[in-house]
């Protein structure tokens, strides 16, 4: 049993989890971590080579809009001043 059954669970009959875990063997413990420390550096290389491709689309898609070029003229602000008085 990888995960202890939910607390209402009638198969939750222990309440001391290392009672549960003390028959598993050194090699299958050793497997066990070697197996998740596979799976978090792959998720990790997976996740950073997703990121540097999104960045990189992303920088794509704002060179070809023009939004990261500087603007031709200066902005201009012209402030309307009434006229009645």
Request: aromatic fraction near 8%.
């Given at each position: 049993m990888i995960f202890p059954p939910p607390n209402g669970s009638p198969?939750?009959?222990?309440?001391?989890?290392?009672?549960?875990?003390?028959?598993?063997s050194e090699?299958?413990?050793r497997?066990?971590?070697?197996?998740?420390?596979?799976?978090?550096?792959?998720l990790m290389v997976s996740g950073l080579a997703l990121g540097v491709v999104v960045?990189?689309?992303?920088?794509?898609?704002?060179?070809n809009l023009g939004l990261t070029t500087?603007?031709?003229?200066?902005l201009q602000i012209q402030i309307e001043r009434?006229?009645?008085n």
């Open positions: 198969d939750n009959h222990s309440t001391n989890i290392e009672e549960d875990y003390a028959d598993i090699p299958r413990r497997q066990a971590l070697n197996r998740a420390r596979n799976w978090f550096v792959m960045a990189f689309g992303v920088v794509q898609v704002l060179n500087k603007p031709d003229a200066p009434n006229q009645d």
